[in-house]
């Protein structure tokens, strides 16, 4: 019973790189959200995915971000043209299903942009 | 606007005292409201969910209450440990599936 894993755990990168964030929800979650959290700051949610349905794009801050999930399972948030207010801890979630069911949060990425 | 506001956003309290953390929303229509706890550098756990109909909940030393009329829940810690110092949060659920988050308390246990 894995729980949810993220990848990397920390990555510096300069402005104007593009990073990937990696997630792995745990086996059987057809809901995975991605947040975002600033030093001192509560979550910022950025995008959720359930199941086979278009994902909720709502929260992403600029058309710089983007994310997909394969195959419904993994998902990787990508950051174009990284600027410095984009360094954040990034957290990924999932859960059985929409609706009333527990998030069950990875460690996060802490991305620092140089 | 749906908002949910948490205070005091900081905490520092002796171990092996009590301490009770607030929150307050504004979200509508109301599904559940939940409590979680985000260790430094870790991802947010649930400790405890509320739904309209429930007034309190106990989980080990940590007790939600709910009072649906004021929209105000508080999250009491009892005997506090070494282990309690962490952010606590407080999530609003919408009957839209849409998720409010408070800014969090950090509370810090000081031996």
């Known amino acids: 019973g894995a729980g949810v894993s993220q990848s990397p755990s920390n990555k510096v990168t300069e402005k104007g790189k593009d990073v990937e964030l990696r997630c792995d929800p745990i086996?059987?979650?057809?809901?995975l959200y991605w947040y975002r959290q600033s030093l001192g700051q509560g979550l910022e949610f950025l995008i959720y995915?359930?199941?086979?349905?278009?994902?909720?794009k709502s929260g992403l801050p600029s058309d710089r971000f983007s994310a997909e999930r394969t195959g419904g399972s993994v998902s990787t948030l990508t950051i174009q043209r990284t600027q410095q207010e984009d360094s954040a801890v990034y957290l990924c979630?999932?859960?059985?299903?929409?609706?009333?069911?527990?998030?069950?949060f990875g460690p996060g990425t802490r991305l620092t942009v140089t | 606007k749906n908002q949910v506001e948490q205070s005091p956003q900081s905490l520092i309290i002796l171990e092996g005292k009590n301490c009770t953390l607030q929150?307050?929303?504004?979200?509508?229509?109301?599904?559940?409201l939940r409590w979680y706890k985000q260790d430094t550098g870790r991802g947010p756990v649930s400790l405890t969910i509320?739904?309209?109909s429930e007034n309190t909940k106990s989980n080990g030393r940590y007790t939600a209450t709910l009072d649906a009329d004021t929209k105000q829940s508080s999250l009491h810690i009892t005997a506090s440990q070494l282990s309690d110092s962490a952010s606590y949060i407080c999530?609003?659920?919408?009957?839209?599936?849409?998720?409010?988050w408070g800014a969090g308390t950090k509370l810090i246990i000081k031996p």
């Open positions: 979630a999932s859960s059985r299903r929409q609706g009333a069911d527990e998030q069950y």
């Open positions: 086996s059987g979650h057809t809901a």
């Open positions: 995915f359930q199941g086979n349905s278009a994902p909720d």
């Open positions: 929150c307050n929303y504004t979200v509508s229509p109301f599904s559940n």
């Open positions: 509320m739904t309209f």
């Open positions: 999530v609003v659920r919408n009957s839209n599936y849409q998720l409010i």
